[in-house]
């Protein structure tokens, strides 16, 4: 198998010239993110005035499955989009911290679980024509209860919900975090195709 980083159809493909950034200026910095503006020179040669919110944290999550199926997911109020959002365990990890050390505590802190199996599901560019986020998810099993201590900004409520409930809900529109969305797909993917154990995948394919 080829550890090329590139899809085996771009094989031999010419790829134009990269973007390139002339400049950079600092419009907004916080303890989160900035946002920086760059003169720059488009793969077409044309000059062009760029901005990019730039992140200081990966954003982890991780989808947390019973042995009967069932997943853990969590609502909580999101400031943004001023929702209610349902989500699988989410975070953000330190650009110098291991994520999968991120997401092992934000599953103790926002779920109280621990997980003794992981599974590595995605990593996914969020909106690539204007941050450079990265996401990095888990599938994880064989849990059990950890100490909760969520963000003193959080009013976390916990549910545990048959997988193809999860799916459905996805389906009608009430679950649209991108994170949970695409690993949610993905464990399906996983479960339909032998990457998870056989009697984990019947357990979450099966209706509980």
């Known amino acids: 198998m080829s550890n090329s980083d590139e899809p085996k159809w771009a094989e031999g493909l010419v790829r134009p010239p990269a973007w390139r950034s002339d400049g950079t200026e600092v419009l907004f910095d ?13 793969p077409t040669g044309h000059a062009a005035d760029y901005a990019v919110v730039r992140f200081k944290n990966v954003g982890t999550g991780v989808l947390p499955v019973h042995d009967d199926g069932t997943v853990v ?7 943004a989009l001023a929702n209610y959002s349902w989500e699988m365990p989410e975070g953000g990890a330190p650009l110098d911290e291991d994520p999968f050390d991120g ?26 024509s204007i941050t450079d986020e990265i996401g990095k998810t888990w599938i994880a099993w064989g849990l059990s209860p950890a100490p909760v201590a969520p963000d ?18 996805i389906g009608r529109g009430t679950v649209r975090d ?19 154990p056989p009697a984990l995948a019947q357990a979450m394919l099966g209706r509980v």
């Not at 994170?179 to 998870?196: E, S």
């Open 30 to 42: 916080s303890p989160w993110l900035s946002l920086t503006r760059h003169p720059a020179t488009a």
């Open 178 to 196: 991108s994170l949970t969305v695409a690993t949610a797909y993905k464990a399906y993917h996983m479960a339909q195709n032998g990457a998870l």
């Open 103 to 128: 997401v092992r505590r934000e599953l103790a802190e926002e779920a109280g679980l621990e997980a003794a199996h992981w599974a590595p599901a995605l990593t996914v560019e969020m909106s690539n």
């Open 73 to 79: 997911l969590v609502g909580q109020q999101r400031f």
């Open 152 to 169: 003193p900004t959080e009013i976390i409520a916990v549910v545990r919900v048959p997988f193809l409930d999860l799916l459905d809900e």
